[in-house]
Structure formats: structure tokens, C-alpha cells
């Protein structure tokens, strides 16, 4: 089988940006003279005489959100309460995941035709289903292919893409879903558009739509996916394990998708 990458790389912003100001990461790297000077001192040895090469281990310090690079959101990030309609509790955290929902078929849109900014209702996601003659079912992965990708590493990616309004995210977890994505920065629709809309409407139901949507039936979400281009809208399995981290909104994923050859 083949295999397709889908998550983007945790790196500086002076190389690749994938996030708003104020929110980016920073990757601290100590190369291997580091490391030797580090294996000099708790060893008590002399690196040039006592290592290969005089170097020593090559370590790095991350400081970021779990919301950086492609990561899983859980419902516990969209607020304390979860499935009001079925019955409140208490939210679950990223390292509550069913494990066996982050492995699926994986089923992608193809929504690029739209407008940046557009909020999804659930006739756009049935027209965009039937367009690929495909009917959702329990365990499905359901991901959004948007403009976005093509900004993906640039200052312009926050500022592109489209999101799925809180009735068309209902409509697909009713279907059995427990897992979606998307390749832009976020499952709603970018801030900096919404921003211009609310600043018009002062209507609170278009903030953050598509996220509260979990209150009323949780499910998760993963954001920044990379390469959905490359793999077929139907036919692919999805790999998508979030790291466990404790009592968490979000952790990160190395998402892959297998195709059959």
C-alpha cells in the first residue's frame, strides 16, 4: 500500500508559518558539540579525547501549545459540558479518545470551490457526498479539502479556507462520526473573516460555531492536515493517534493515510 503524510512539521516560524502572531512555537536546538560538552559534565570526561568525534547527543526544547501543528482537538477544548442532547457530562480531554475511533476510512470533500470565509450547511456536505457517490457511516473520518493548504507555511494560511457551521457538524456526527478535519487552520471559518461578519451582524451564534457544536453531541477534530489532495475521496484509511497527554484540549498528530495499490 501506499502511504501519504498528512500532518504538517512542528517548526520555527522563521522557516514555515502556520500560526497567528502570539501563538507560534519556538524549537530551542542543541547540536552535538552541545551534547558533548552536556556528556563532558555528568560524565566527568574530556569529549575530544573521549567521544566519537569529540561529539556527543543531539537534543532539542520545544515551547508550544497542544494546538500547534496538525493536532486532535477533544471536546473538552469546546467547553466543560458535552451531548446535551443526548445526555450532559462532563467533556471528554484528548487522552480520553477511543483509540479504536483514530484508525477509519478516511473520506475527504473536496471544498476549494468555495469561498474563503463560507460557513458549510449540512445540504453543502450532502451535495459535496453526493457529488462523490458516497453515503457517511459509523467510524467514518470525514475531512474538508480547502483553499487553505495552498497558503500552508505562509502568513497568509490563518486568512483562508472554509468552515463547517454548527448544524452541518451535527448533521455528520449523527451519522456515526466521532472524528473530522480539515487542512485549514481551523474547523470554523477563519477568525479574521468571521471577525468582519460579526463586527455587521452582532449575531453571537457565529462565533465559533462549528467547535460548540460539541456541546450538543462531542466528537473531535483535527486541524492543519496537509496533502489531502493526494489521496482519493474515498478508499483511503486514516491513521490518527493523538499523544496522550493528560487531562488536554488537544494533542498533536502524525495523521497518515494508507491508499491500496
Known sequence: MKFVDLSIPLI?????????????LKIEYNDHNIGALQMGAIFNLKPEEHLPDGKGWATEKITLSTHNGTHMDSPWHFAPVQDNQ???????????????????PLIVLDCTDFEDGYVMLPEDINNKLDDIDYKLKAGDILCIHTTAAKYSGTSEFVHHGVGVGKNATLDIIKQGVHIVGTDSWSWDAPFSITVQKWQQSKDPSIIW???????????????????????????????????KIARASAGWVRAVATIPE
Not at 16 to 21: K, R, S, Y
Not at 90 to 95: L, R, V
Not at 218 to 242: H, M, R, W
Open 209 to 243: 460555531e462549528g467547535h460548540y457544536a460539541g456541546i450538543e453531541l462531542g466528537y473531535f477534530q483535527i486541524e492543519k492536515l496537509a496533502n489531502l489532495d493526494k489521496v482519493p475521496s474515498v478508499g483511503a484509511t486514516i491513521y490518527c493517534f493523538p499523544v
Open 86 to 104: 443526548i445526555g450532559r457530562k462532563k467533556a471528554m480531554t484528548i487522552d480520553e479518545v477511543p483509540l479504536e475511533w483514530c484508525i477509519g
Open 12 to 24: 520555527n516560524p522563521d522557516e514555515l508559518i502556520f500560526d497567528p502572531p502570539g501563538t507560534v
